[in-house]
Structures are given as C-alpha cells and as structure tokens.
C-alpha cells in the first residue's frame, strides 16, 4: 500500500471513530400542528448556528410539509427523521426541472 493510501485509510478510520462516540447534543421537534420546536424543517435547520459542530437531530412529526429544505454546508452533522411511516411524514416541493436544479432537499 502507498504511503498516501495508508494514510487516507488512517484518517478514514479515525473519522468513523470519532462519529460513533459523538452524543446528540441538540435535539430538536418539528410539528405542523404547532406542538413542538418549530413548525417548518426549515425553520429548524435554521436556527443551528453557522459553523455547528456538535450532532443536531431534528424529530419530524407525521403530516406533509410544503417546503423545500436547504441545509447549508456550514451547518454539519444535523440529521432529519420522520417519526411515522413514510407515508406519514412527507415532504413535498412543487418544482419541476433537473433534480439537481429543484430538489426537495439541497
């Protein structure tokens, strides 16, 4: 193995590490019924500071959200997760064009 492949693998490694002994640090609710933290994704997204860098986990109820939700690249390690089924908790962004250009999350 090459010196740089070696090293790569080292730092891959100590990556993954350091993820799974990280602890969710900000637990936040999401709710269209206004029982809850917010009730808009990205309403929560953006009240996780510029430059995070603790694990953020945002709760979503069930109910469709009409949004498109951007999480900015200054804003790691936040995680979204529907609490239903998926056909419980859906998120719908009535854009049409490229998926790179109109997704739902960017």
Known sequence: MACGAANFACLLVMAIL???FMVVKIFI???KSGN????????AIDAVPSGNAQLVFIWV?????????VVPS???????SGTGTAHETV???NECGEI???????
Do not use: N, R
């Open 29 to 31: 609710t999401v709710d």
């Open 74 to 80: 200054d804003k790691p390690y936040i995680t979204v």
């Open 61 to 69: 109820k069930p109910g469709v959200y009409h949004e498109k939700v």
């Open 91 to 93: 998120i719908i962004w």
């Open 100 to 106: 790179f250009d109109v997704a739902v999350f960017t």
């Open 18 to 20: 350091m993820q799974a």
């Open 36 to 43: 809850s933290d917010y009730t808009k994704i990205q309403y």
